[in-house]
């Protein structure tokens, strides 16, 4: 069996499913448009995220086979976003500074940077992890 790298804690997805029925562990493995239909709908009435419960080990494996491992951490990144993100430490995090001051001085960039950033994280931490690998 080949090593299979391990870019999101499933015991972080868990933690994180408990506020799934706003989507929150959809968007921390990269399904940005179930997330968003989960914060609207509250996990489908309920419903999906209790079916979410038993599909995490899924997600996790496929989330791990999707990003790039590297320097920066998933976890952290996700729960600097979560809870700290209109100061945006997350950005900071992944060596963008000049974007992580504007969102310090703007809340966010008045929010609308935040909901972008969950759209996207997982994507722009693998980014930055090649950028890092091929330095």
């Given at each position: 069996?080949a090593?299979?790298?391990?870019?999101?804690?499933m015991?972080?997805?868990?933690?994180?499913?408990i506020?799934?029925?706003?989507?929150?562990?959809?968007f921390?493995?990269?399904?940005?448009?179930?997330?968003?239909?989960?914060?609207?709908?509250?996990?489908?009435?309920?419903?999906?995220?209790?079916?979410d419960?038993?599909?995490?080990?899924s997600?996790?494996?496929?989330?791990d086979?999707?990003?790039?491992?590297?320097?920066?951490?998933?976890s952290?990144?996700?729960?600097?976003?979560?809870?700290?993100?209109?100061?945006?430490?997350?950005r900071?995090?992944?060596?963008?500074?000049?974007?992580g001051?504007?969102?310090?001085?703007t809340?966010?960039?008045f929010?609308?940077g935040?909901?972008?950033?969950?759209?996207?994280?997982?994507d722009?931490?693998?980014?930055?992890?090649?950028?890092?690998?091929?330095?």
């Amino acid at each position: 069996m080949a090593n299979r790298q391990n870019t999101h804690n499933m015991l972080l997805g868990y933690l994180i499913w408990i506020f799934g029925f706003l989507g929150s562990h959809r968007f921390y493995y990269g399904k940005p448009i179930t997330g968003t239909i989960w914060f609207f709908t509250f996990g489908l009435f309920f419903i999906g995220w209790i079916i979410d419960l038993f599909l995490i080990p899924s997600m996790d494996e496929e989330a791990d086979s999707r990003f790039r491992e590297g320097e920066v951490n998933y976890s952290i990144g996700w729960l600097l976003l979560t809870f700290t993100g209109v100061f945006g430490l997350h950005r900071m995090y992944m060596g963008k500074w000049i974007t992580g001051i504007i969102y310090l001085l703007t809340g966010g960039l008045f929010l609308m940077g935040i909901l972008y950033d969950f759209w996207t994280l997982n994507d722009q931490i693998s980014e930055r992890n090649r950028e890092v690998t091929f330095s």
